[in-house]
Structure formats: structure tokens, C-alpha cells
């Protein structure tokens, strides 16, 4: 099974409705409908709050605000990922960003909570906040470390020298806007109270993470927490821990002794969960005139809320990328009083690629060499920072698979010299890298007695595919077909993971499985070969084949269900296991990565500017590939991604008031049909035994990778404008346009 | 979003009677009033539902022109043949808007009336003098990349967003309206939409109750008739610039033209500086350049939309060469 394109086991629920999400279970019966207030100032301290008329009005049964809120457990820093620790809310008058919760109406129907809502009336003395990251990009400090455990800088060699003696350089600064996730379900949690337990329907990405900062903020045992969370539609890093709706909920539930549920609004989502900031990016590369890299620079400034930091690893994407002898990284943090900066899908290498892919096409230009030559010539031996040896790296064959099918030879070497009609045809292209990551899941994997297997995780599906792969590893594991494989996902009480994220969902959840299935066997095998009554008696273990539902050694058979039945009336069950990467010595001897070559033909309106894709491919390197079309699925998705981030995406700051100007999707761009007319993403066969026994990796972020700066590029050569700050918008490729003259 | 009553009134005397009430609003497709509501911008206390009315139907005039009911849905008017050919800038403009299901229950009354994008407008924390009147245009010294370039005030820098009333401007459309106590009016659309001045809140010169029933379109003028919309991506989106034009041409002469623009003014944008400009003179780029700087003598920007000057030259120096071509 594994590597076929199995259909999504899901996708019969989903198109007819029947997969349940967070807010809209009804086992615990008729709910309360919770709505959130948020402040309408982006620093401050509210000086009083009236809430009488909305307690008066029809339906309302609680109108919480920091005045009568339960006092909760604080955000603990020492608890290492910050989404595990509490996340306490209402918790003073101080208002720390636009939009900030500051009450919670909960009424018998969602129309009556949101009219109550509206009758919440808070006054604020508004502070002066700091809003706008370029008056303050000076003022910035160096965090610890990185997210994601990354040093903070990193030199080798002697940048200084090396650049400036280079024969050529690029010296150029990247900037790169707010961009949100902007999953299709919303961040929604509906708590039923069941004596002194929560049951807690809640749309997240790691339901280990959501119980423990759950548990935390409202200082209750973990054992009295059930999550539940069996689909959840979309996440991107903005559900990987809980937010205001789920601790509202929490505590409104409990104090009610009654289930209420609370989503945030489409608006709400542009404050509430987090988002990747903005980033200025200086890039250094100094060559010689051969094309070869002797310098690489890349230094790193972006936004960080003062109270939460997040750095995101922005620079480290550089780390692995290119070789070169001198080399510098660094990230610095400039605090702004806008809302927490957190992982949206490729943190660090979706903003990073951007800039460094940019500045490469530069330096290809100023040397005269194809830019997919240039990164050729640049491809290190060994990881080129750690000197660690590279686990499985095909970023060249990446390169040269994609120029052939692209047709990349075409592209015209002078920009803005290809025309057709009124479009300015360019083509460009970048590489792709991510780091590949791993984290510890448990999978136990039960076999019935009736020879059907379970399949038992607190690993979740945002979409991606869980359900499907871990039905493939387990056929697979067990020699089953699919349509006897049962997988369960999405429990607080199934064996935890670390869930969906950072693209090491399936990975690890499918090497766990795999193991746990090894383990299963080897019990039925013990006592199957040593059962005299088996026609397997007697015979070597380790020659045993598991398919369609027996066990072959040579020549000899035995139905599972026979086994099952004299030996394991109940069943047989084992589980296995990953370990975190810090844990697992092959994340320290190989450099472990995913890669991949992006190409890219735009039309730029000679007149207007407007920028279209007319076509887009990837050719990627993931080592082993499960299942061939949710892999598909997501590369794509990210290709879609970094045409969004390359021409469209972008938040916007009110410089005044802090608050995200284009809080919906109609103002807050992201690409829509007809801006995608040919996309193709091609995945090289693979696979990385340092990874782990199964030699996949992750896929889920990759597709982002590079896919923006490909579109850039293309861009500077249809037009020879450079933008080097993203989105590109018409108007900054505009007064670069030639004259209209006919 | 609070609480109100609704009614269906039989007929369109009823539904004008209906609306007198005070805080009665018309509603037609929704799709406009209903985020509005939803967001607390509009807060109607009685809706009075028109769009079952018998104001659905396109009719053929003596004259060679059209009659569209108030309640014909916009993918209808695009995709109706007799607008397709002798009216094809209607049905350009109308497929560059919105999406397919949103034109299906959009109506050409709702569409008129359909009210800006300014993002202000739509945050009740920010002032917004269009909102509510005295509490300042937060758009002025903020976010302003969409706004107007033409015909703003200190008081709104807003745009209009509709692109089929561009349309129907440079077609010197005639706007039917019924009042409360039964009167019958025509507005030629050009006298129907309001620049904001001081009062940026009152759009239309339409009365409290009055109606849309219908939009006349008189026959086609002559020429060739081009709408081009310039937007940030490729569907789904609002125009930045857009301009609608019908060029009459012969053996290298513009006999007639018109111009109008949609996303730089607070209201659809006739040109009639462009238009003189075209009259009579030779169909050559140096004449739409003479036309497009008159179209923007006047034009300012504000910041973040300065842009928007060269591109409606732009826009229209193209638009009037393709139109010119082939007519
Ligand atoms: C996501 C999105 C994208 C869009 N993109 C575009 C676009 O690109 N271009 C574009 O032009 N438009 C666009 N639109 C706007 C769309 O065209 C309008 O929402 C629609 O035309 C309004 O028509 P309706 O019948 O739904 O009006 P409603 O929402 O029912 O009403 C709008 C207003 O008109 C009043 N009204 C309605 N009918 C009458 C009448 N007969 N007499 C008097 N008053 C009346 C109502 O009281 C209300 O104030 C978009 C809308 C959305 C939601
Ligand atoms: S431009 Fe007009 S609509 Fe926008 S904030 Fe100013 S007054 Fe309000």
C-alpha cells in the first residue's frame, strides 16, 4: 500500500457532510454561545467597563471581563514550547494590542450574544503603543535562541574579508509584510463540564499541547481534560496551541456548569492566534567571477510582541543552503505592541527563501550565469555550517529535472525582452530546502480478533491526510488490506504525539505506526511458531511474510484469524514509538533536509503591471513518498501559498491605532482560481534512511519554500524591475515600465 | 447584529409604503446589507424584502433601448443577449464582478446601491465620517491605498466599488424611481450619485423610501464599446482602476467617444475632459495621452494611492487604443 495514491479515507464524510468538527458536535446537547469582545485600542488600560445592559439583555447568562474572571495560571516559560503553557486571559485592564479579549458575553443563542456583545461598553486611556516596525527596526535586541531551538547567530570563517575581498557582491535588504494562516474552519471550542471533568471539542493542531495549557490556565488536574478533536480544517501553525476561545469556554462552561461553545470571527483571526511578523532582511553574497560563493550573509530583523517572543528562524534557512567559506547568520527582534508573532507554514524558510533566493537571481544576473548553473556550482559537499555529512540531499537532480521538464533553456537571458501582445513574459526560478524535523509520537496499533487493526493515536488530520497514510503504513505493517485497518486519531486518551506541525505529522506518526505493527507481529509470531498446533511451528520468525491477511513461512501458512483465535482471544496490541530529534543521534551526525526546484512563468500588463502566473512547477525531494497524491495535494497547496506571499499577502498596521486594517478576506489577498492556471508538482523517487526506518520526510511546508521568490524572479526578468518588498503590488513594478507608445 | 422585523410586501406601492417606517431598509440580494448588518455598520430595525418582486424582467423600448428591472440578477443582465450585443461594456463589467454565485443574487438595484470598500468604514473602532457623521475620515492619514483620487473631500476620501454602474455611467443611463406617495422620477445616473463634500454619509439623491424599480439604457451610441478592470489578482477582487469606454472612429479619426472611470472617485467617474480631448482628433497614442492628462488634471492622490494617476492614464490610453482598433 504504501506509495499508492490511495483515495482520501475521509473524503466520503467531508463532501457529504459527515465529519464533525469542533463547533459543531451535539452530544453534549444544546450549548451556550460564547462571543468574544476585543479592544478597540492597541495599548492602554480600560478605565471602565459597564457591562449592565449587556447582563440585562435577552438571553445573556454571563458577561465575563478581568473584573470577575477567574484568577488562572500563568504563562510559564519554563515550560519549553510555548504551546503547552497556560494561556490566561482577562486577566488585567492593560491592553497590550488592538483587538485583545476584554469580555466574554455567553447568551442562549449566538445572534443573542453577539447583540450583547455589542452593548458591552468599555472606555480606555489609550497609550502610546509601538506600532511601526521601520521607526523602531534600529531599536532591536538579540533573542536567545530561534524558534525551533536554532542559535541565535551563527559565523564560520571570516565574513568580513571574505566579502570584501569578493570579485562580485550583493548587497541588498529584503522586506517581507504580516501574513496570517488563514485556515477555512475557524478557531472554534465547545467545553461540556461533566462533574468535575471538561470535555473539550476543540480545533487543534497537538492535543497533547492543548490539554497541558489547558490544565495549566485553569490550574486543573490533566486527567480531568478530554479533548476531542477528530477533524480539523486547516491549521497552518495557527492551531498548534489554543487561543481565548478555548480558555473562554473553559472557564464559561465550568462557572455555568453547562456546555458552551466559542469561535472566533474571521476578523478575530487577524488578532487572536498569531501571526509571522514582519521582516526586514539584509543578504550579502560575495563570489568570484566562476560563480562561487566565498561570502554569505544574512541578517535578520523582525517584529516580536514584547511580552510573548517568537523569533522566527528566518535566517537559519541559509544555513544548510549554499556552500561557502565565510559565512554569518544572525536574527534580531524589534518588540512592537501588535500581536504575538507565532509559526505560520514554513516559519522561517517562507520569509527567508524570499530574500536569499532574490539576492541569488541578483547575483546571477550581475555574474552573467543562469541562475540554475549558479546554485549548481554552489552545491557543498557536506553540510556547509555544522560539516556534518548530508543524509540524502538531491537538491541538483531537483534543479536539473526541473529546467528539463520546464523548458527552462527558453527563458530569456536579457530581461523585459519577451513579449506577446500586451504581456511581458518572464520566467524564474529558486531552490527550496527545509529542514526536516522530528518529534516523539506514540502509536499503539491493536489487532482484533476478528483480524481487524486499529490504529490508536492522539495524532491529529488537519487536512492533510493522517486517516489515509497511517491505513497505508498499517496494511502494510500487518499485510491487511485497507478496508481492515481502522484508524483513530484526534483523543487526549489514545497514546500521545506531538501532533501536526512542522511538517512531522506523518513522518512520525507513520514510523510509530510501523513500529507498532513490527511489534504486534513479532508477539503473534512468538507464539504462533511456538504453538504446536500451528502449521508455523517450529519455523524461523524471521523468514515470516504478512500478507492478505496470513502469515507465510516458506511454504508453510496460517490464516491471522486462526492465530488469533487459539492464541489471542482478545486481541494483540503493542505500540511504537519516535523519539525527539535531540534525543535520536542521527539528527546530529547528518544534516537532514527536504528539497526542492521551483520554476515559474509570469505575464506582467506592459501597462498596467498587473503580475499573472501562467504556469508554475516543482520538482521536490522528500525521500520516500507514502501516498502520492496528498503529497501532491500538499505541495501544491504551498506552491499556491508562495504566489500569495510573492505577489498578494499582506496584513496591514494602522501606524495610529495598531490595528490590522484589512481584517477580512476580501482586503487581506490570497490567490483565488484564476490566478493559478498550471501548477504541477513532481517528486523525485527517495529515500533517506538517516530520517527514519520508513525514509520519508515531511512535505507539508516544503511546497512554500522557494515558490515565492521563483515568482520574483520571474518578474524581474519579464519587467528587469527588482521589488524587494513583498507582495509585489503593481505599483511598485509600475514606474518601471516602458512608455506606451503605440 | 440586532434584532429587527421583516416584511414582503406584494408589490411595489406596498414596498414603498412599507419602507416610510422609520429604520425600514430596502433589501434585495443581501449580499451587500446583510455583511453590513452583520458587522453592526448597518443596523436596520425593519427590512422590507423586495426581491421577490415582478421587477425581474429586461424589455425591449420603442426607442431601441433596454428596461432593467431593479430585481434582475446581475448574472442575468450579463448574460442576456440583447445586452451582450448592442450593450457588451454592461455585460464586461458585470463578469468582472464579484463571483458567480454572488452575481446570481446580486440585483441591479443592490448593485447601484451597493456601498464602498474604504476598510475604515467597516471597523467601528476607527472614525469614519461616512459611518457616522463628525467622527473624521480615519483614511485621510491612514491606509489609503484604494481610496479616490478624484472628487474627495476632507471629509471621505472614499471610492464607489460598483463596476456596473461604470458601465451604465458611460451608457448615460436613466435611473426609474418610485417614491412613498407614488411619484414616478427619472435620474440620469450621473445626477444620481452624490461627491461626499461635508456629507459623505448621504450617497445618492434617492429619498428615504424611494425605490429603484428599473434602469433604462437608451439605444447603444454608436462605436465600440471596451471595459477593462485593473485589480490586484485575477478574479474576486474590486477594481483599483477600471475604465469603461465606447469609441466611434473612422479612417483615423475619433468621431465620438466616452469615457468613464470606476475606482478613483466616490462615485463612477464620467470623463468629460477625456472626451473632449478625443473628439474629432486623430486616433493616435499621443491623443489618448492628451485625453488621459485631462481626465487627471484635477487628480490627487493621497499617499498610499498616488499610484493610481498614472495607472487610470495608463488604463485608459490602452483601453481607447483597443476600442479605436476595432471599431
Ligand atoms: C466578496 C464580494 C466581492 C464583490 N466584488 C464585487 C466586484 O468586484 N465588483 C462589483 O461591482 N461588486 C462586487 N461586489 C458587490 C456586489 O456586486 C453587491 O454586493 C451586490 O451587487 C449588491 O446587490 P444586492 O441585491 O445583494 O443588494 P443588497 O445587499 O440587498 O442591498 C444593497 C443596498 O441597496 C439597497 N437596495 C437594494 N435594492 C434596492 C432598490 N431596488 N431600491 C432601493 N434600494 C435598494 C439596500 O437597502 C441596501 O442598502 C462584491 C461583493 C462581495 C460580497
Ligand atoms: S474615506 Fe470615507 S468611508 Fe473611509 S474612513 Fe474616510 S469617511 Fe469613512
Known amino acids: 500500500m504504501i506509495g499508492q495514491p490511495l483515495d482520501r479515507i475521509d473524503g466520503p464524510l467531508k463532501v457529504t457532510g459527515q465529519a464533525i468538527y469542533a463547533y459543531e458536535h451535539w452530544e453534549p446537547g444544546q450549548p451556550l454561545y460564547g462571543v468574544i469582545v476585543g479592544a478597540t485600542v492597541g495599548k492602554g488600560r480600560i478605565t471602565r467597563i459597564d457591562t449592565d445592559s449587556a447582563e440585562h439583555a435577552p438571553g445573556v447568562r454571563m458577561v465575563m471581563t478581568h473584573r470577575n474572571a477567574p484568577e488562572q495560571g500563568a504563562r510559564d516559560e519554563s515550560v519549553p514550547m510555548e504551546y503547552w503553557r497556560a494561556q490566561p486571559v482577562l486577566t488585567s485592564p492593560d491592553i497590550h494590542y488592538h483587538g485583545e479579549p476584554v469580555a466574554l458575553v455567553v447568551a442562549e443563542t449566538l445572534e443573542q450574544a453577539r447583540a450583547a456583545a455589542a452593548l458591552v461598553h468599555v472606555e480606555y486611556a489609550a497609550g502610546r503603543g509601538r506600532f511601526d516596525f521601520a521607526a523602531y527596526e534600529d531599536e532591536a535586541y538579540a533573542p536567545k535562541e530561534a524558534n525551533g531551538g536554532f542559535p541565535t547567530d551563527t559565523e564560520v570563517g571570516d565574513f568580513d574579508t571574505g566579502f570584501s575581498t569578493a570579485d562580485v557582491r550583493i548587497d541588498q535588504r529584503y522586506t517581507t509584510p504580516y501574513e496570517l494562516s488563514m485556515p477555512m474552519e475557524l478557531h472554534a471550542c465547545l467545553v461540556q463540564p461533566r462533574g468535575e471533568d471538561l470535555i473539550v471539542y476543540v480545533s487543534c493542531q497537538i492535543v497533547d499541547a492543548a490539554l497541558a495549557s489547558i490544565a495549566s490556565t485553569l490550574r486543573i488536574d490533566p486527567a480531568r481534560i478530554y479533548i476531542i478533536t477528530p477533524f480539523v480544517g486547516g491549521g497552518f501553525g495557527s492551531k498548534l496551541g489554543i487561543h481565548a476561545e478555548t480558555i473562554l469556554a473553559a472557564i464559561a462552561a465550568r462557572a455555568l456548569r453547562e456546555p458552551v461553545k466559542v469561535a472566533l470571527t474571521r476578523q478575530q483571526i487577524f488578532q487572536l492566534v498569531g501571526m509571522r511578523p514582519t521582516s526586514s532582511q539584509r543578504v550579502r553574497l560575495g563570489a568570484g567571477r566562476d560563480g562561487r560563493l566565498v561570502a554569505v550573509a544574512h541578517d535578520v530583523t523582525m517584529a516580536t510582541n514584547p511580552d510573548i517572543e517568537f523569533a522566527e528562524q528566518t535566517a537559519a534557512t541559509t544555513r544548510s543552503l549554499y556552500a561557502a567559506p565565510h559565512r554569518l547568520t544572525t536574527h534580531r527582534l524589534t518588540p512592537l505592541d501588535l500581536p504575538r508573532g507565532a509559526d505560520v507554514r514554513a516559519p522561517g524558510e517562507a520569509p527567508g527563501l524570499l530574500a536569499v533566493e532574490s539576492a541569488m537571481d541578483e547575483l546571477a544576473d550581475a555574474l552573467g550565469i543562469d541562475p540554475v548553473e549558479l546554485r549548481i556550482r554552489n552545491e557543498p559537499a557536506v553540510d556547509p555550517e555544522s560539516g556534518v555529512p548530508f543524509s540524502d540531499r538531491h537538491l541538483v537532480e531537483c534543479l536539473r529535472e526541473g529546467a528539463r521538464r520546464f523548458g527552462w533553456e527558453h527563458r530569456p537571458t536579457t530581461p523585459a525582452s519577451m513579449r506577446e501582445g500586451r504581456w511581458l513574459v518572464g520566467y524564474g526560478m529558486a531552490a527550496a530546502i527545509r529542514k526536516h524535523f522530528q518529534g516523539q509520537a506514540t502509536v499503539r496499533v491493536r489487532l482484533e480478533a476478528d483480524g481487524t487493526a486499529v490504529v490508536q493515536t492522539d495524532m491529529t488530520d488537519i487536512g492533510t491526510g493522517t486517516y489515509t497514510i497511517l491505513t497505508q503504513v498499517a496494511a502494510d505493517g500487518l499485510g491487511l488490506p485497507p478496508e481492515r485497518v481502522r484508524i483513530e486519531l484526534g483523543r487526549s486518551e489514545l497514546p500521545t504525539s506531538w501532533g501536526s506541525g512542522g511538517s512531522w505529522g506523518a513522518a512520525n506518526s507513520s514510523t510509530a505506526t510501523h513500529r507498532a505493527c513490527v511489534a504486534v507481529r513479532e508477539k503473534l509470531l512468538v507464539t504462533a511458531c511456538g504453538d504446536t498446533g500451528s502449521p508455523l511451528h517450529g519455523l524461523d520468525p524471521a523468514e515470516a511474510v504478512f500478507a492478505e491477511g496470513s502469515v507465510r513461512i516458506g511454504g508453510a501458512d496460517e490464516a491471522l484469524s486462526e492465530i488469533l483465535a487459539r492464541n489471542h482471544p482478545d486481541g494483540v496490541q503493542a505500540e511504537g514509538e519516535t523519539r525527539f530529534m535531540g534525543d535520536d543521534p542521527n539528527y546530529a551526525a547528518y544534516s537532514i533536509h527536504t528539497y526542492g526546484a521551483h520554476f515559474a512563468e509570469v505575464g506582467v500588463d506592459a501597462d498596467t503591471a498587473e503580475i499573472r502566473l501562467r504556469r508554475m512547477l516543482g520538482v521536490f525531494s522528500v525521500g520516500r513518498v507514502l501516498n502520492p497524491k496528498t503529497t501532491r495535494s500538499q505541495l501544491i497547496g504551498g506552491m499556491i501559498w508562495g504566489v500569495g506571499a510573492a505577489l498578494q499577502e499582506e496584513a496591514v498596521v494602522d501606524l495610529r491605532s495598531g490595528a490590522f486594517v484589512n481584517r477580512d478576506l476580501a482586503q487581506y489577498l490570497m490567490p483565488v482560481h484564476a490566478d493559478i492556471p498550471d501548477v504541477d508538482a513532481v517528486v523525485l523517487d527517495g529515500y533517506d534512511d538517516k530520517a527514519n526506518v520508513l525514509g520519508m520526510k515531511g512535505v507539508g511546508e516544503l511546497g512554500i519554500c522557494g515558490a515565492g521568490p521563483a515568482i520574483a524572479n520571474a518578474v524581474f526578468n519579464a519587467t528587469g524591475v527588482r521589488v524587494r518588498d513583498f507582495p509585489i503590488t503593481l505599483e511598485k513594478v509600475l514606474p518601471g515600465l516602458p512608455l506606451m507608445d503605440t | ?327
Open chain 2, 1 to 327: 447584529m440586532r434584532s429587527f422585523t421583516y416584511e414582503r410586501p406584494a408589490d411595489a406601492r406596498a414596498a414603498v409604503a412599507a419602507a416610510s417606517r422609520s429604520g425600514a431598509k430596502f433589501i434585495s440580494g443581501g449580499t451587500n446589507l446583510l455583511d453590513l448588518m452583520k458587522l453592526d455598520i448597518e443596523h436596520p430595525s425593519h427590512l422590507v424584502d423586495i426581491s421577490r418582486l415582478a421587477l425581474r424582467d429586461i424589455d425591449e423600448l420603442p426607442d431601441g433601448g433596454l428596461r432593467i428591472g431593479a430585481q434582475a440578477a446581475n448574472s442575468d443582465v450579463a448574460a442576456d443577449a440583447r445586452v451582450r450585443t448592442r450593450y457588451p461594456v454592461l455585460s464586461q463589467a458585470l463578469v468582472s464582478g464579484a463571483s458567480g454565485q454572488l452575481r446570481n443574487k446580486a440585483s441591479t438595484g443592490g448593485n447601484l446601491l451597493q456601498r464602498t470598500r474604504c476598510p475604515y468604514f467597516y471597523d467601528t473602532a476607527a472614525g469614519c465620517n461616512k459611518r457616522d457623521p463628525g467622527s473624521g475620515c480615519s483614511a485621510i492619514d491612514g491606509s489609503n491605498r484604494i481610496h479616490a483620487i478624484l472628487g474627495a473631500s476632507d471629509a471621505c476620501i472614499a471610492t464607489h466599488p460598483s463596476d456596473m454602474a461604470v458601465a451604465m455611467t458611460v451608457l448615460d443611463a436613466q435611473i426609474e424611481l418610485l417614491d412613498a406617495d407614488e411619484s414616478v422620477r427619472r435620474v440620469a445616473i450621473t445626477d444620481f450619485y452624490r461627491l461626499p463634500g461635508d456629507t459623505p454619509h448621504l450617497e445618492t439623491v434617492l429619498r428615504p423610501a424611494e425605490m429603484i424599480t428599473s434602469v433604462v439604457l437608451p439605444p447603444p451610441p454608436p462605436g465600440r464599446q471596451l471595459y477593462r478592470k485593473v485589480r490586484d489578482r485575477a478574479s474576486y477582487e474590486f477594481a483599483l482602476v477600471s475604465v469603461a469606454a465606447v469609441v466611434s472612429a473612422d479612417q483615423a479619426t475619433i468621431a465620438q467617444a466616452r469615457v468613464a472611470f470606476g475606482g478613483v472617485a466616490h462615485k463612477p467617474w464620467r470623463s468629460v475632459e477625456a472626451e473632449a480631448a478625443l473628439t474629432g482628433r486623430p486616433a493616435t497614442m499621443a491623443t489618448y495621452r492628451a485625453a488621459a492628462d485631462a481626465a487627471m488634471r484635477d487628480a490627487v492622490g493621497q499617499g498610499h494611492n498616488d499610484f493610481k494617476i498614472e495607472l487610470a492614464r495608463r488604463t485608459l490610453c490602452r483601453t481607447l487604443a483597443q476600442a479605436a482598433q476595432s471599431s
